[in-house]
């Protein structure tokens, strides 16, 4: 999807940023012109980040976020407040996966990093990045990144599905009160990706996986990034408080390949 010169110089702020997804969409936005602050609680991995997308270092801000404390998202927000004023876009794509186990047996710090990650956080960025924006007169745009989970509900996942649907509850109310500011925020589902160097999939869980897949393929890096940059972008200007699942058709229901036989 080409948005010609929109993004450039657009300040652009991404958590999770050293991940597989948040690197696809930081590079998607670098590619369009924008100025980019690359948030992880790996700030190690940040540098690699800023040298595969060929950044300048000296215009890029980077931030070590942990995002199950309050004062490191503060800290973040400060330091966009000090270099910017205030961002035009945020994704919040951190978020974590973990496959927990029966609820029964599950650890209540364990439930508790979940919710803290995939739904507390959210909430405190949108909370400190809305105050920079109105304090700046911002149009700004949020986009947090969901997942099919929210509307599913498979042993073993429970935590995850639960905190993905109460992600998307929280979009709509910040859309809602965030509105009357010309701030939006929306929510993409991504689809299927078979792993990462930071969180390796095995080969016979990725073919199982892709089979189950509609459209016959895994998410690539140019999916997930353009509906993203779909809804930060003009063109989705009468658009807030929704979810759009970039997903190959996989969070339909089952698929069942047809037989040849």
Known sequence: MQFGDEFVG????????????????????????????????????????????GLNPATTLLHGTELTQSDSIRELAALVAAEWGAPDIVINNAGVYPRTGELLYLAEAEFDRIMSVNVRAPFLVVQAMARLMIAQTVPGVFVNIGSGAARQ?????????????????????????????????N?????????SDFSHLPAEYVDRMTARIPLARNS????????????CSAAAAY??????AVDGGNSIGTYQPASNS
């Open 187 to 195: 929510v993409v589902e991504p689809g299927f990706a078979p792993g």
């Open 220 to 231: 690539g890096p140019d999916d997930t990034p353009g509906a993203v940059m779909f809804l």
């Open 10 to 53: 657009k300040r652009v702020v991404i958590t999770g940023a050293a991940g597989i997804y948040g690197g696809w969409i930081a590079a998607a936005f670098a590619k369009a012109g924008a100025t980019l602050c690359l948030s992880d609680f790996r700030r190690d991995l940040l540098d690699g980040v800023v040298a595969r997308l």
């Open 239 to 244: 658009i807030t408080g929704t979810a759009i």
């Open 153 to 185: 509900m498979p042993t073993g996942s429970v935590t995850y599905c639960m905190s993905k649907t109460a992600l998307e509850r929280l979009s709509k109310g910040q859309a809602l009160e965030l509105a009357p500011h010309k701030i939006r925020v």
